[in-house]
């Protein structure tokens, strides 16, 4: 130590680079935090404004089907192709490009003024928004210690619940009183400082570049080769034709056949969003303590009954719709907690980058299949109501129940522990399933 030097010193300067790094981690968080809350926004928030956008746009469900399902065809073929090639780039490069054409894709359908430039819109959001979910796992990864990782992954859980409960109310409430548009360029408006400040916050995370790759295809016919992995996929599969068959036209179905308002339609999103909040963590619980097989075999003939009931209803209150409602997510969430523990823990450990990537475009091209078929099933009546809805009801019960059986042929590999992070991680990259917020870190 030098002469004159104050005791202590060596000590202060190590906690001041510990003080440092702590608010550039935090700063990391909150940057992903953001970027998870743009991108969840902007996908859900079209189904709500399904009444306007059929009214405004002068389309029936089939169209409306394809807005949705564009942009998950886009994120799903996106997510193959990044699978086999994101390895290769520094992660702070690949998520600044990835997040300003996010943005740009959400700026364009803010412009849309008819239904083919909409869609053209949608698009260009669903490839690069698609891949911004599982970016943000692997930063994650990258930058935070194991140690300190599940307190990492809980921050930016903020994200999703923030979207949920706050988000999309809030977007439903600009869209129904000045425009469907206006929610589109609130959400530019509010990424555009995580963009900014992503250079100033992100290490360049470029360790990874140095090392050998395998060649793309090689490593996506191994990913799809594995039967364990077909197992998880149909699992996917199924699910997401049970989710997606029936949520994209509820807004529609509640508004134009249950008599609910626009101005109502917010609160379904509230109520079902705090339930979830609270339900997550619980069930994660069980799921551990239980068995994520027995959890998945308990909770989902009850989301099949609620499918078939909330596809029925008669002319009932707004309390009544909320609550069934919310009744529905919580089943649907605790089954895909359960059923995304499965699949995680069904995969070697140095194949889970390449098969979560492909689960996620597996999950995209899925859930966009199932809205294009909803969308051809359901018509609208000349006094506006939607017609077959419970026929989609049907097929989405039956989704559901045939579920069970998938589950049971996706086998846990033995001595393949899933941390809480990486399980809470997964099930947050599939909350593009609507109204399937996977909040919360499953202990």
Not at 154 to 162: D, N, Q
Request: charged share 10%.
């Amino acid at each position: 130590m030098h002469e004159g030097m104050p005791a202590g010193t060596p000590q202060k300067m190590a906690a001041e680079r510990d003080g440092e790094n702590l608010s550039r981690e935090r700063l990391i968080l909150m940057i992903l935090a953001a970027v998870q809350f743009t991108t969840i926004v902007d996908f859900m928030i079209v189904m709500p404004l399904g009444p306007q956008l059929m009214r405004t746009l002068e389309i029936g469900p089939a169209e409306f089907g394809l807005i949705v399902s564009s942009y998950t065809f886009a994120a799903g073929a996106a997510g193959l192709v990044a699978s086999s090639i994101v390895d290769r780039f520094a992660r702070r490069t690949t998520f600044m490009v990835l997040y300003a054409g996010f943005l740009l894709g959400t700026l364009c359908c803010g412009l849309a003024t008819a239904y083919p430039t909409l869609v053209l819109a949608r698009i260009v959001t669903g490839a690069f928004g698609g891949i911004l979910g599982g970016m943000a796992m692997t930063i994650v990864g990258d930058v935070f210690p194991e140690h300190r990782r599940g307190r990492a992954t809980g921050s930016l859980m903020v994200g999703f619940s923030l979207a949920t409960v706050a988000g999309v109310p809030l977007g439903l409430y600009l869209g129904t009183n000045y425009g469907w548009q206006v929610p589109f360029f609130v959400l530019v408006l509010g990424g555009l400082p995580a963009l900014v400040l992503t250079p100033c916050a992100l290490p360049r995370l470029d360790a990874h570049i140095r090392q050998t790759h395998a060649h793309p295809l090689r490593s996506l016919v191994a990913t799809f080769s594995r039967p364990n992995h077909l197992n998880a996929f149909a699992l996917m599969i199924v699910l997401m034709v049970a989710g997606f068959s029936v949520f994209p036209y509820m807004s529609a179905y509640f508004v134009s056949n249950l008599g609910m308002t626009e101005e109502q339609l917010p609160w379904i999103f509230i109520v079902g969003g705090a339930l979830t909040l609270v339900a997550a963590p619980l069930i994660g619980r069980l799921a551990d303590r239980f068995g994520k097989l027995t959890v998945y075999r308990i909770i989902t003939p009850f989301s099949a009954l609620i499918f078939l009931l909330i596809t029925h209803l008669p002319a009932v209150g707004v309390v009544a719709i909320v609550s069934i409602y919310g009744a529905l997510m919580v089943c649907n969430v605790g089954r895909m907690i359960a059923a995304l523990a499965l699949m995680t823990g069904s995969v070697e450990p140095h194949e889970r980058g390449g098969f979560l990537s492909a689960n996620s475009s597996v999950q995209h091209i899925a859930s966009g299949l199932a809205a294009s078929i909803g969308g051809l099933i359901i018509s609208q009546a000349p006094d506006g109501k939607l017609e077959h809805f419970g026929t989609v009801g049907w097929i989405a019960a039956a989704a559901t129940l045939a579920s069970l059986w998938l589950a049971g042929r996706v086998h846990i590999l033995p001595a393949q522990p899933v941390s809480a992070a990486e399980v809470s991680l997964i099930a947050a990259e599939a909350s593009v399933d609507v109204g399937e917020p996977l909040l919360g870190t499953i202990e």
